[in-house]
């Protein structure tokens, strides 16, 4: 057996036994269910845990990750888990968290092509254009690429208000909170950009559902 592949057997072994010395019933009290009070919407970067960020355990962050924390209207993934996570877990947050240093977001801001993932950057490429304008005025690369990384995070934002999903829930008097979050790989730290929406009223008319 590969050395890598039996130490993650092996890992788990160590980690069932740890829990079990704290709490011997923690595994069968996780296995009755979950009532996270967060949906967590993030990238697939490996250096980007959503439990570990946030001190979280087991049962308390459910979870969605993508290249690039996007959150497209025609993903049926990102949808379904949306959906889930609003209608039957019935959470009270929804954080979306990119992270600077982020992969998608840098190649959305050049011309190589990369292959199929291209078709997805190009959703990120549509964010650089919104705020072409505030991008290109920016002389310095790592300042521009950083603003890339907060601006894509806020669009998501208003992206994620903008879906029926979130619309209905808000329609029905559910207490539902979205945020934009962007995580710093060199210090561990997160930046809360401000962008808390709660209602649909800070979306533009031609958004707002109708039920």
């Known amino acids: 057996m590969n050395s890598f592949y039996k ?39 490996s250096r980007v845990p959503a439990n570990e960020v946030i001190g979280g ?76 304008g505030e991008l290109d005025a920016i002389e310095d690369e790592t300042e521009r690429f950083n603003k890339f990384v907060d601006l894509n995070v806020y669009e998501q934002v208003f992206d994620l208000a903008k879906t029926s999903i979130v619309q209905s829930a808000w329609k029905n008097g559910q207490e539902l909170n979205l945020h934009g979050w962007v995580y710093t790989l060199d210090s561990g730290l997160v930046k809360d950009l401000g962008v808390n929406i709660s209602n649909d009223s800070e979306l533009s008319d031609v958004y707002q559902l109708n039920f």
């Not at 949306?82 to 990119?98: E, F, Q, R, S």
Request: glycine residues 8%.
């Open 7 to 45: 130490k993650l057997l092996d890992n788990n072994k160590k980690w069932v036994d740890e829990k079990l010395k704290i709490d011997e019933n923690y595994f069968v009290d996780l296995s009755k269910g979950q009532t996270p009070p967060l949906l967590w919407i993030g990238c697939a970067d």
């Open 57 to 132: 355990k087991p049962g308390e962050v459910f979870v969605h990750r993508n290249i690039a924390n996007l959150v497209l209207h025609t993903d049926m993934n990102m949808l379904s888990v949306l959906d889930y996570a609003v209608n039957a877990l019935k959470v009270k947050h929804i954080i979306v968290c990119g992270h600077y240093g982020c992969g998608g977001v840098k190649a959305a801001m050049g011309n190589d092509s990369i292959g199929i993932i291209d078709n997805w950057i190009r959703h990120i490429k549509d964010v650089y254009r919104l705020h072409q």
